[in-house]
């Protein structure tokens, strides 16, 4: 592995222990992603192309775990994070100089329960994805009006859509969801604790 620099939260430039990286890259079950790596390049870009920022590393997280990880990662270094999933924000935030980005678009775990009109999601599905499971049982939500919007972006951000004349915003619609906070701490945040039921999103159809 060649010298990772990257940028402290204060702005200042290091060089990350390659014995850290290794280890924190043994404990991710998704992949890591380097700037020396050929998916590196892909891997970096956002939907808004004027955006061009270059962070030290990319974490494909698969899970909470790999969120975890990889939060627990940028607080001991005291680097930026930027969290991903439709990366359509338009000033950027998906991604950042210098940091390390989770990138939670290989989450793509979904449960629809019909019978409760809710369904269970993670951070990484997309409006696209969400609706092409939930038509299969006639329900849907309020969500964006692009097919690949992530859920969790559009949902903190409001989320306006389609349905939201008769059914309001994505937000109105959201019962609870697992949230790792700036801490390193899992925390379900909601009225109803046992909604979520370990999954990143669970909304009311």
Same mark, same amino acid.
């Given at each position: 592995?060649?010298?990772?620099?990257?940028?402290?939260? *204060? &702005?200042?430039?290091i060089q990350l222990d390659s014995a850290a990286v290794t280890a924190f890259k043994a404990r991710l079950h998704g992949a890591l992603v380097c700037p020396?790596?050929?998916?590196?390049?892909?891997?970096?870009?956002?939907?808004?192309?004027?955006?061009?920022?270059?962070?030290?590393?990319i974490a494909r997280c698969t899970g909470v775990a790999d969120v975890l990880h990889t939060v627990q990662f940028a607080r001991t270094h005291e680097i930026p994070i930027a969290?991903?999933?439709?990366?359509?924000?338009? *000033? &950027?935030?998906?991604?950042?100089?210098?940091?390390?980005?989770a990138d939670l678009t290989p989450m793509k775990g979904m449960r629809v329960d019909a019978a409760q009109r809710r369904v269970h999601a993670q951070g990484g599905v997309l409006w696209g994805e969400f609706d092409r499971e939930?038509?299969?049982y006639g329900l849907g939500t309020t969500g964006g009006a692009v097919n690949d919007t992530g859920i969790a972006g559009l949902t903190l951000g409001g989320g306006i859509g389609w349905l939201m004349s008769q059914y309001g915003l994505a937000c109105d619609n959201l019962v609870s969801a697992d949230v790792v906070t700036a801490e390193g701490e899992v925390i379900t945040a909601g009225c109803d604790r046992s909604a979520a039921l370990n999954c990143h999103l669970s909304v009311a159809l």
């Open positions: 592995m060649s010298t990772l620099r990257a940028t402290t939260l *204060a &702005g200042t430039d020396e790596d050929p998916p590196y390049e892909q891997a970096r870009k956002v939907w808004n192309g004027m955006i061009d920022k270059h962070p030290a590393l969290m991903r999933c439709g990366s359509h924000n338009a *000033a &950027g935030h998906a991604t950042c100089d210098g940091g390390i980005v939930t038509q299969v």
